[in-house]
Nanobody
Framework: VQLQASGGGLVQAGGSLRLSCAASGRTFSSYSMAWFRQAPGKEREFVAAISYMGSSVLYEDSVKGRFTISRDNAENTVYLQMNSLKPEDTAVYYC????????????????WGQGTLVTVSS
């Protein structure tokens, strides 16, 4: 499966952005999906994950209540709605796909998008 992330940009603290990740190739609903991020000089970290049909989600603690992951299997797209953004959310955001259940570990994901940069100014 090929993944294409989009929607990043520059936003002020407290603002919102919605990231999208469009998938092509094999059946999208066969994959659990996730978002990870990597800030400059830091390791890639888990943000959120969603199960095949979207019935189960998982969030990293620092984004709970601010970010929402969702998917539209008819459109082969996973989204990350980011509200109340903080400067510490600044990072390159990556979407990832896994052919088994959702996970918060990046090494468990088989397919990766190219990343989209989110910059939050204070």
């Amino acid at each position: 499966v090929q993944l294409q992330a989009s929607g990043g940009g520059l936003v002020q603290a407290g603002g919102s952005l919605r990231l999208s990740c469009a998938a092509s190739g094999r059946t999208f609903s066969s994959y659990s999906m996730a978002w990870f991020r990597q800030a400059p000089g830091k390791e890639r970290e888990f943000v959120a994950a969603i199960s095949y049909m979207g019935s189960s989600v998982l969030y990293e603690d620092s984004v709970k209540g601010r970010f929402t992951i969702s998917r539209d299997n008819a459109e082969n797209t996973v989204y990350l709605q980011m509200n109340s953004l903080k400067p510490e959310d600044t990072a390159v955001y990556y979407c990832a796909a896994r052919s088994t259940g959702k996970s918060s570990y990046s090494q468990n994901y088989e397919y990766w998008g190219q990343g989209t940069l989110v910059t939050v100014s204070s």
